[in-house]
């Protein structure tokens, strides 16, 4: 069941129960291309639509978008990214202890699971991967690091991902990738948008 | 028609409408800090809507132009001079003269448009620089040189309505807002404080936001929110109760529930607050 939130004159947050329907959701906006809506943001429960008050109105889009039923767009359309990892991260050896497993194991998990992007944030091309294996979940690092380098491989929460551009960063770095996240000389920058489906394979 | 850059002021950037449609990449839609002064500019010269202009924070701004131009100045009440001679709010000037904008008494960033549009190379659809992203052209520095472009081919400009009410206003009247998504959020009195308080504008704030010194606003609920979208005027409320007001350049996702969100109107008005400003919020009229 989709709850419309307002979201002040021109965008309404649609709320829905958990990361699926929220990916679902954002698909079938996505597809069903609403007139007047410039914007769409997926997040872990919600979905931001903005949209242009000359062109339409706050009411329109949320009739339209609770006339939409999930399904409506093939969540797998996002396709597939294969992403080489050296695993050499700094905090490789402190994530296997704190799961109580081997390094090897580590990289086994994180190359054997299925991951998706669920949404942007944090910087462009920044990719929250969610994926299919519930073992891997470690808190991000106590005290953030003031640089991380770009291609850095990272662990959160349940969350996994790499980071687009040298930042600072708080998450558990387990590698690295030479792949570019961000690319402003590509049509689509940002190599992890929201559906995409990603596997990290070793970098030997 | 080329623009030289002679003087950029404490901080001068290049500006359109924005960049929407690349949120699911991580990217905000930016644009114009004040988007009333932006679109004024462009239509006082004749320009296209859209037409890349210069934002500069509290004047400062001197540039020339290798042939006449039509320029225009909105936003403050910043003067833009001619070789150091007080002008109008648009004007024709010589090529070689120096345009300056003077530092505004009321009101903080200006909006200098030039006739034909600055002409830098948009990048993913739009010349503004969204500086928190890191996306858009470089800040203009002394020394560089910005194209602009053929001016629209059509008529005389479109005759625009009388200026919008001076900025001085913004520091007394309350801006205005709906409340939500997450007002629920929050405790009946601190709803109540919210439209009742006096805030005043912290020196800390930018294109990404206003940060806002008075009374903390109480959650009524301890749990963490899953980050979720936010747009320019969101009013969110971190930890320590005191409340952020996204501008233009804000991230795409926050972390913190948001309490209101300012009308456009009133998001161009807090474009225009100084450090030290004191304002009000109470609900817009529906």
């Known amino acids: 069941m989709t709850r419309f939130l307002r979201c002040g004159r021109e965008a309404v947050l649609a709320e829905v129960d958990d990361l699926d329907a929220a990916l679902a959701l954002y698909a079938s906006l996505r597809a069903a291309r609403l007139p007047g809506v410039v914007d769409l943001v997926p997040a872990a429960r919600t979905v931001l639509i903005r949209l242009d008050p000359a062109v339409t109105s706050l009411a329109a889009v949320r009739r339209a978008a609770a006339a939409l039923r999930p399904g409506d767009a093939d969540r797998a359309a996002g396709g597939t990214v294969e992403i080489p990892v050296l695993y050499d991260g700094p905090d490789l050896a402190e994530v296997a202890d704190h799961l109580g497993i081997s390094v090897d194991e580590v990289v086994a998990r994180h190359t054997g699971a299925r991951w998706t992007v669920a949404f942007s944030g944090f910087a462009p091309g920044f990719g929250y991967l969610t994926g299919d294996d519930p073992t891997l979940d470690v808190p991000r690092r106590t005290s953030p690091r003031t640089r991380i380098p770009a291609g850095s491989v990272g662990l959160a929460g349940r969350f996994s991902g790499v980071y687009p551009n040298d930042s600072p960063g708080g998450w558990q770095l387990i590698g690295s990738t030479t792949e570019r996240m961000w690319d402003l000389s590509r049509p689509e920058p940002a190599l992890l948008v929201p559906g995409v489906r990603v596997s990290f394979v070793v970098r030997r | ?286």
């Open chain 2, 1 to 286: 028609m080329r623009m030289t850059v002679l003087r950029t002021g404490p901080l001068t950037v290049i500006k359109d409408a924005g960049r929407p449609g690349h949120a699911h990449q991580g990217v905000a839609p930016s644009g114009a800090v004040d988007r009333g002064a932006y679109e004024r500019a462009n239509a006082l010269v004749g320009n296209a809507p859209g037409a890349a202009v210069l934002e500069c924070t509290l004047g400062g701004l001197r540039v020339s132009f290798d042939e006449p131009a039509v320029v225009a100045l909105t936003g403050t009440d910043a003067v833009l001079t001619v070789d150091g001679v007080a002008a109008g709010e648009v004007v024709t000037v010589p090529a070689g003269a120096v345009v300056a904008v003077t530092m505004p008494r009321r009101g903080l960033r200006s909006y200098l448009a030039v006739r034909g549009g600055i002409d830098v190379p948009p990048v993913l659809g739009s010349r503004s620089t969204d500086q928190l992203a890191g996306v858009g052209p470089a800040r203009p520095a002394p020394g560089d040189i910005l194209p602009v472009g053929p001016p629209r081919p059509v008529g005389p400009p479109p005759p625009v309505g009388p200026p919008p009410a001076p900025p001085a206003r913004v520091a007394t009247g309350p801006l205005e807002v709906d409340l939500g998504p997450r007002d629920d959020w929050f405790t009946a009195e601190a709803i109540a404080t919210f439209l009742g308080a006096e805030y005043t504008v912290s020196p800390a704030g930018d294109s990404i936001g206003l940060r806002l010194d008075g009374p903390a606003l109480t959650r009524a609920r301890s749990a963490e929110l899953p980050s979720e979208g936010v747009v320019r005027g969101s009013v969110q409320v971190p930890p320590d109760g005191l409340p952020i007001v996204f501008q233009a350049d804000h991230p795409v996702t926050g972390g913190y529930p948001v309490i209101a969100v300012l009308t456009p109107e009133s998001a161009d008005r807090a474009a225009q607050l100084r450090p030290g400003a004191t304002i009000r919020f109470t609900r817009a009229p529906d």
